[in-house]
C-alpha cells in the first residue's frame, strides 16, 4: 500500500477546497484513503458527502462553495447573491440557492440552505459563472439579484431591495438598462418602475 496517498490528497485538498469521493477517485486515489485522513483529523466531513481540510483558511464565500458542491445545478441568489456583490449589509445565516421548479429537494444537512424555485428564463437569465475555492459556482448577476429581490419582497423585505436597487446604482453595478431587461423578464416592470425612477 503506498503511503505516499494520504500526503498527495491532503495537498489536493487543500487546492480543491471542497471535495467529494467521486473526486478522489477521479485522480487515481482510492477513497479509503479519505477516511483515513478523516480518522486522523486532518480532513472532516462537513456535508454528506463533502470533505474540507481541517486546517484550511477559508474566505468570505466559503458556504457557498460548500453548498454549490453539494447542489451543482443550483444558482446563488437573492440574498446570498446580494451578499456575494456586496450590495447589502445583511449577513444571511442560509445560502439562498434557486433551482427549478421541478428539481428534486436537495438534502444536504448540515449545511444552511433556502431554496427558491425558479422557472424558464427568471433560472437561466442573467446566470454568471465563478470559481470559489476551486468550486464552479453560478451566481445571478447583480441587475438580476436586484430584480429577484423585488419579486420577492414578501420573503426578504422590501426594504432589502430598496437598499439593494440603491446600492447597486451607487456602486455602478449594473445599468439601468440592465435592471429593466431582467424586471422584464421577471414581469417586475411596474412594480419596479417607481423605484427606478426614484434612484435615477
Not at 7 to 23: A, E, F, S, T, W
Not at 122 to 131: C, D, F, K, N
Not at 169 to 175: L, V
Amino acid at each position: 500500500m503506498d503511503d505516499s496517498h494520504p500526503l498527495d490528497l491532503l495537498d489536493y485538498i487543500h487546492l480543491k477546497g471542497v471535495v467529494r469521493p467521486r473526486d478522489v477517485e477521479a485522480i487515481g486515489i482510492p477513497r479509503k484513503y479519505l477516511s483515513r485522513l478523516v480518522e486522523h483529523g486532518q480532513v472532516e466531513r462537513v456535508g454528506r458527502g463533502l470533505y474540507v481540510a481541517t486546517d484550511a483558511e477559508w474566505g468570505p464565500h466559503h458556504t457557498l462553495a460548500e453548498v454549490t458542491a453539494s447542489v451543482p445545478q443550483g444558482v446563488v441568489c437573492l440574498l446570498s447573491a446580494l451578499r456575494f456583490h456586496e450590495l447589502t449589509s445583511e449577513l444571511p445565516r442560509e445560502v439562498w440557492m434557486a433551482v427549478d421548479v421541478k428539481a428534486w429537494h436537495p438534502r444536504i444537512a448540515p449545511l444552511p440552505l433556502k431554496l427558491v424555485r425558479f422557472s424558464g428564463a427568471a433560472l437561466t437569465a442573467g446566470v454568471e459563472a465563478h470559481v470559489v475555492e476551486g468550486v464552479p459556482v453560478r451566481v445571478t448577476s447583480a441587475a438580476k439579484t436586484v430584480v429577484d429581490c423585488f419579486k420577492y419582497r414578501n420573503k426578504i423585505g422590501v426594504d432589502v431591495a430598496v437598499e439593494a436597487l440603491r446600492d447597486c446604482r451607487r456602486k455602478r453595478a449594473c445599468t439601468s438598462d440592465d435592471l429593466r431587461r431582467y424586471a422584464a423578464i421577471c414581469r417586475m416592470t411596474n412594480v419596479m418602475q417607481p423605484y427606478l425612477e426614484a434612484v435615477a
